[in-house]
């Protein structure tokens, strides 16, 4: 079964500085990988998706990813924070077989705060 | 905004009441997902719809239950509410396939007192 794990609940910098959120999956086969963003009250926005192409991945608002099979990550990273990136972002594992029958498997999030 | 609706925003029942969420999915996708969201967690995958078809279903108990529309709306009933189903319910849908992105609604914030 595929799993997901973000290590760090809440990340904090400062605006400007690097951000790095990170993530790791556990899957038997070749996985497909979501970065997505929630902010208060608010539903979930994708930021950018590894389907097994390039696996440098970049996304919306500045934000790219690694896919690095040999230590099972897809870390998210930005170069330079700024205030409206404050958000919870998840990781999550798409599952399931090669017809319809897919859910997505979720990390427990990972909050992230940025100070002026 | 992703052209996923979902009402009402919010809604507070008592323990023991049912209640129905509903979707409207994204114009051209015929899969809609639902998910729990406690307070500080990640989404809890609660099942799937397929052309008016569950195919799929994560851990959650008989009580609740769904229906997908031919237009491919949706709706999600919980009967028996109890104060643990309180969290943010999602509803996601998308095209086919496992690389598919999801597209969510903005959510119901459902509070059992």
């Known amino acids: 079964a595929q799993s997901v794990t973000q290590l760090g609940s809440h990340v904090s910098v400062s605006e400007g500085a690097l951000v790095l959120l990170r993530c790791n999956y556990s899957?038997?086969?070749?996985?497909?990988l979501f970065w997505y963003v929630q902010y208060p009250n608010q539903g979930l926005q994708l930021l950018l998706k590894y389907t097994s192409a390039a696996t440098l991945v970049k996304g919306i608002n500045g934000f790219e990813a690694e896919f690095k099979k040999s230590e099972t990550s897809f870390h998210l990273t930005k170069p330079s924070a700024h205030m409206s990136d404050a958000a919870e972002y998840f990781c999550?594992?798409?599952?399931?077989?090669?017809?319809?029958?897919?859910?997505?498997?979720w990390g427990l999030g990972t909050s992230l705060a940025v100070n002026p | 905004e992703t052209g996923v609706t979902q009402s009402p925003t919010h809604l507070i029942k008592t323990r023991g009441q049912q209640v129905t969420l509903r979707c409207s999915s994204q114009s051209g996708h015929n899969t809609v997902s639902w998910y729990q969201q406690a307070l500080g967690q990640g989404p809890q995958f609660i099942f799937q719809y397929y052309r008016e078809e569950e195919n799929g279903r994560g851990n959650f108990p008989p009580r609740f239950s769904g229906l997908q529309f031919p237009n491919y709306s949706s709706e999600l009933n919980v009967n028996a509410l109890e104060l643990d189903d309180s969290a943010l319910y999602l509803c996601a849908s998308s095209p086919s396939g496992l690389d598919a992105e999801a597209f969510f609604g903005q959510g119901t914030r459902l509070t059992v007192v």
């Open positions: 999550a594992v798409s599952d399931g077989d090669a017809g319809n029958n897919r859910k997505l498997i």
């Open positions: 899957s038997s086969v070749p996985p497909y």
